[in-house]
Structures are given as structure tokens and as C-alpha cells.
């Protein structure tokens, strides 16, 4: 298949749904935890889970990067715009990510009292760099945030930053790490002593693995006995996925499989790697919105590179504070609780007015489930 619409054909996921359907085992339930976001706003987009048997319970893990951006990061970052006079640039759904006192870095836009922050939104790192440019007398603070995917962008700007001797450009870096969530997910209590979240297999991320490749996910087939399948991000990727991993299961194999194959490798991309970890290093520790603090499973800029650093420039000492008491997020991203089961969901909390930050992004759970998948409760109720 070579067009994206031949990704998406109906007629060709009815087969595999067939497949699936034919494969399940009567007397079995299979719990598969897709990590990403980006399957999350397929599965609900697509309606994939009304193809698949009622023995198949997908559950939305945490890999959507503004979902697992904690509240005090939100607050440095508006902080930084409100109170120290930079440029703030940053991808446009942390903008609307609600942070602590009712704010969020677009409302410190608009207004807060007599002070209006200087917030931008940007498409790319480039356009952040472009904004330190084009405004010499200005201090330009990139709010990096995102996983594996992400970082390397970074890096670049990082690089060329130096090379253009930019004094007033710096980067606030946020950049989380995918395989470290999914062995904090699998060492929990839920899933490792409780069976609160029961777990058999992952779908395994498809941007991520372009950069890390497949290699990472070894240790958890291996030592964790959990088969991942890596899958793109269009409907019928997703439902081959499901079928490789009841394949596996059924045969009690635990293994990586790369469904991905006309983007991912096992290596992954060596030159971006290599990039990244010329520039970053690894966190001891970073709080993740759900997981709470999670060793090593952040980046944080080098002391070779310290002149781009905002946290050194600034000063930045991170707070963490707790998510709004009605909000189910923490619960959703740990694979605890589903969107409907938020009391306020879709009431006070819509993507208008994001009570939590798994509204806020289209790979969010709660903003997919809003769009595409609401009717369904109402039907149901
Ligand atoms: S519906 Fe809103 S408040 Fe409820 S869990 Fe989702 S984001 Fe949080």
C-alpha cells in the first residue's frame, strides 16, 4: 500500500476485524494498552472498537504529551512569560493545558491583573529560533515538551543557537522519555500486585519508534513477558496491530513486532540519537501528570550547552502541585479509568473548557473520546 487512503479503507478493516473475531479464543479476555496518543485519536476517530470483540478491552495509556505535563511545569512556564518579560514559545496545545489558580499560559495572554504575558505559539523549534532572531532585544524561551519524537528538533535548535552565537535564546526543556513510562506502568501496583489494570500487550508507539526503533521495547517482551507490536497511526495499522498481538497471545509468545515496518527499524534513527544525546542528559527524576515521579525518564540540557538552558539562566525551581480534585487524568493515564467515568465530563469539562489536560489535545483520551465517542454513552445510558 503506498496512499494513505488505502490506510484507511473500510472494506479492508472489515476483514480484519473478521480476523480478529475468528482468532479470539472463546473462554479468553485480552487487555491491550495502546501507549500513544496518536492511536488513541485513531481508535476513537475511526470507531475501531466497535469492530473488535467484546473480549478485546483497548486502554489508553499515558504516551500524549501534553496530557502527562504536570501542573508546576505549566506554572514555571507562565511564570517565565508573566514575570520575567521573555517571548514564551510553545506548540499550541500547551496553551490551553490548565495550570494552578484557573490560569493557563493562553488566559497569562490575555491578561492577568495589569500584566500580559508575550506568548507565542509556533509550529516547530525552528519557528521559536526565528522568533530569538527576529527580536534581538528580546529574551525568547522555547517551552519544549514531547517525547522521543520532538527532542531531536530541539537538539538542532540548540546546536544552531550556539552557531549563531544567540544570546538571547534559550530552551525550557520538558522532553520525557517513552520506555521509561511503560516500565513504570508495568512495575506498578495496579498492574504488578493488584491486577486493577489487567495488561497483556502493548501497542507500541509509531513516531517514537521512528527515532528509538524497536530495540527499546525488547526488555519489556523479555523480562516482562508482554508482547508489543509497534503499529502506524492510521486505522487499519492499528487493527492489524491488535491482530499480531492475539496472535501472539493465543500462542504464548511475548515478542516485538514491528507492524510499522515502512517507517520504524530496529536500530531507529542512529544520526537523531546520536544528536540528542550529544546535546541532553538524563533527569534522576521527573514528575509526570499520573505517574507521579518517575526516575530517569526525562531529559535535561547538558552543561556544555548551559548558555540555552532557561532553567540555569532563570533559575527555575520546579513545585509540584496537585490536579484539580474533580479531575480523573492522573487515574485515565495509568489505564485506571476511563474518560466517561469522570463525573464532569463533557458537563464542566469540554475541549472549550478543559477542566484537565487529557481535554485539551487531540490525543488527549477525554478530548477523543468528546469528539467521536460520546454518542455511544448516550445511546448506551
Ligand atoms: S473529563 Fe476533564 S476533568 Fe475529567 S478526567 Fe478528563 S480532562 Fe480531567
Not at 540555569?312 to 509540584?320: A, Q
Request: aromatic share 8%; with cysteine; proline share 5%.
Amino acid at each position: 500500500m503506498k496512499y494513505i487512503n488505502e490506510f484507511r479503507d473500510g472494506k479492508t478493516a472489515h476483514t480484519l476485524a473478521g480476523a480478529i473475531a475468528r482468532e479470539v479464543q472463546p473462554e479468553r479476555r485480552y487487555h491491550i494498552m495502546e501507549f500513544c496518543g496518536g492511536h488513541t485519536h485513531a481508535i476513537s476517530r475511526y470507531g475501531l472498537s466497535d469492530l473488535l470483540p467484546a473480549s478485546i478491552r483497548l486502554i489508553h495509556g499515558p504516551g500524549c504529551p501534553v496530557c502527562v505535563l504536570p501542573i508546576g511545569r505549566i506554572d514555571n512556564a507562565i511564570d517565565l512569560a508573566l514575570n520575567r518579560g521573555v517571548i514564551l514559545a510553545t506548540y499550541g496545545d500547551c496553551l490551553r493545558v490548565p495550570a494552578s489558580g484557573g490560569l493557563s499560559l493562553l488566559k497569562a495572554k490575555a491578561g492577568v491583573g495589569n500584566m500580559r504575558a508575550d506568548v507565542r505559539m509556533v509550529y516547530s523549534s525552528a519557528d521559536a529560533l526565528k522568533l530569538a532572531q527576529d527580536n534581538p532585544e528580546r529574551e525568547v524561551v522555547f517551552f519544549a515538551i514531547g517525547f522521543e519524537t520532538t527532542t531531536p528538533p530541539t537538539a538542532v535548535v540548540i546546536q544552531q543557537a550556539e552557531k549563531l552565537g544567540l544570546g538571547n535564546f534559550t530552551v525550557f526543556c520538558n522532553h520525557v522519555l517513552t520506555p521509561a513510562a511503560i516500565a513504570n506502568i508495568l512495575e506498578s501496583p495496579e498492574v504488578r500486585l493488584h491486577g486493577t489494570v489487567p495488561l497483556d500487550a502493548f501497542i507500541g508507539p509509531a513516531h517514537v519508534s521512528t527515532v528509538i526503533g524497536s530495540q527499546p521495547y525488547e526488555h519489556f517482551a523479555e523480562e516482562y513477558e508482554k508482547p508489543v507490536v509497534i503499529a502506524g497511526f492510521e486505522p487499519l495499522d492499528v487493527m492489524q496491530a491488535i491482530l499480531m498481538l492475539v496472535r501472539q497471545l493465543n500462542e504464548g509468545r511475548a515478542e516485538v513486532e514491528n507492524e510499522f515496518s515502512r517507517a520504524v527499524t530496529r536500530e531507529g534513527n542512529v544520526k537523531a540519537q546520536n544528536l540528542v544525546a550529544e546535546v541532553f542528559e538524563l533527569r534522576k527524576s521527573f514528575e509526570w501528570r499520573g505517574l507521579n515521579e518517575v526516575p530517569y525518564s526525562a531529559l535535561r540540557i547538558k552543561a556544555k550547552y548551559a548558555a540555552f538552558d532557561a532553567e540555569r539562566r532563570y533559575g527555575i525551581e520546579y513545585k509540584s502541585v496537585a490536579d484539580n480534585k474533580a479531575c480523573e487524568c492522573g487515574a485515565i493515564l495509568r489505564g485506571l479509568k476511563r474518560p466517561q467515568d469522570c463525573k464532569i465530563f463533557g458537563t464542566v469539562c469540554t475541549p472549550e473548557n478543559p477542566m484537565g489536560s487529557c481535554m485539551v489535545s487531540s490525543e488527549g483520551a477525554c478530548a477523543a473520546h468528546y469528539t467521536y465517542g460520546r454518542y455511544k454513552d448516550a445511546v448506551a445510558g
